[in-house]
DNA sequence: GCAAAAGTGTTAACTGTACACCCATGA
DNA sequence: TCATGGGTGTACAGTTAACACTTTTGC
């Protein structure tokens, strides 16, 4: 991609993505480290993001930068909200990094953030123009972000738990055919607590919402589990009838 | 007030309010109408806002667009999103409203939408510098907006119902001492159906975040109502329990 | 045969829901 | 005394939460 930046770009705009993924052990999120610049040597990791196009809505904006590093289209996408305090992007190394990357690096930004789930097991990221280097780091490790990142990535926290107690959305995170189990300890790393393992799986096919396949785990030294799909017809009529409570 | 808006405000990027109220009848959306401008008869009622200056952030802006029509400060506000579809300024009525009204007419914006929770009988909302007049609607009466206001105010019905789910923010469209009838019918106007008296009243003082004062009615010709306040403590010890499920 | 994870039922406590009548007041 | 809204209890159904052992597989 080859932009003219003095026209094509709102210079006071940006998109910034906390993308979620999991790994079947941990829950995970992509984080860029920057390129370095200047003498600058600490090295924060941030999110993925970039000024949006004038002629591109703000959704649009999003799945362009979720494209770049996943080469995937139609991901699970939810606004954040917009994030335009006076001094988030006043840290030294911010600063930095600004000036050697942006034709106004002192104007102020607001951004607009989203959250994406995906199945990072269908895809390796792949370096983008602002990034060096892109890797999936545990949530509980992730400490402190560049810009007001670390603020952005929690309210992406609270927002994917608050969404998994009223919808079923972990399933964006899981491949196609998945068992119970992982699903299980998808919600247990999601909810931040354990979760009894009975009246998880009796709540999951009470519900309905998912699909026992024919078809179970191969070469595994215990007890092949049973595979399952989401049941998405299931769900759009649990809906109808006005479910949104999980009770997670 | 009188800003220099060539070197003040942020051109790309407005904020826009949806305030409601509760006039114990009915939930009401306060609104303003425009004043004409050129031969454009149609007058489609809008949502309060304004352009952001360079020097505060967005909440700051829209409590200074509370402030101006309200008087009020400390106002109940919840961020509702960031809007910025490529069309929101493109009806013909609201692009004659923008050439007389603002410096760059055709740039782009994006606006970061607000919902508001007052309390109607506390003051009379005056007309702003952009409003020819300003009034309280019943929600169920608003049909269409300016702009891409009807998305906003339909995207704020539903956050706060959602919300009313999880928190007692209802609180905030009363008066400080308020009767459980009145709680039980301004519930009944988010929700939009009926809640059983019985239950409705047992679940806000069993929860205890109801006190009960020494004080009643006074003139009315039936059996006079006692008032009650918010309870906050107590709520905040629930939160810390983990509540967040009122059950509607 | 053993290690490892899959899979399965019952009970008690709690929560939600449906429902109808008497009470206190002003006019 | 009547019209108006305030205020109260009970029973049934459904949901949540706690808890431990047997099964199937690979090595």
Redesign the interface.
């Known amino acids: 991609m080859n932009y003219n930046y003095e026209h094509d770009l709102?210079k006071?705009?940006s998109v910034d993505c906390v993308i979620f993924g999991f790994d079947f052990e941990k829950l995970k999120v992509l984080v860029i480290r920057r390129k370095p610049v200047e003498n600058i040597s600490e090295s924060l990791v941030s999110l993925p993001g970039d000024l949006?196009f004038?002629?591109?809505?703000?959704d649009q904006a999003a799945q362009r930068v979720l494209k770049e590093l996943t080469d995937l289209e139609n991901i699970y996408l939810e606004?954040?909200?917009?994030?335009?305090?006076?001094d988030r992007l006043s840290k030294p190394s911010d600063i930095a990094w600004l000036r050697s990357n942006r034709a106004q690096p002192e104007a102020?930004v607001?951004t607009?953030a989203y959250y994406a789930l995906v199945n990072l097991n269908a895809f390796d990221p792949k370096p983008s123009n602002f990034a060096e280097s892109v890797s999936w780091e545990p949530v509980e490790d992730i400490k402190s972000m560049a810009f007001d990142h670390l603020e952005i990535f929690n309210k992406a926290r609270e927002e994917l738990y608050r969404k998994l107690k009223i919808q079923p959305i972990g399933f964006n995170l899981l491949p196609k055919k998945f068992t119970l189990s992982q699903l299980h300890k998808l919600y247990e790393a999601i909810v931040g607590r354990e979760l009894d393992k009975r009246n998880f799986r009796r709540k999951m096919i009470k519900l309905e919402i998912v699909k026992k396949l024919d078809e179970k785990q191969k070469g595994v030294p215990h007890k092949p589990s049973n595979f399952y799909e989401f049941h998405v017809e299931n769900y759009k009529r649990l809906v109808n009838k006005g479910f949104d409570?999980f009770?997670f």
């Open positions: 709102n006071g705009i949006i004038n002629d591109e809505n703000l606004q954040l909200g917009a994030f335009g305090d006076l102020r607001i607009v409570n009770g």
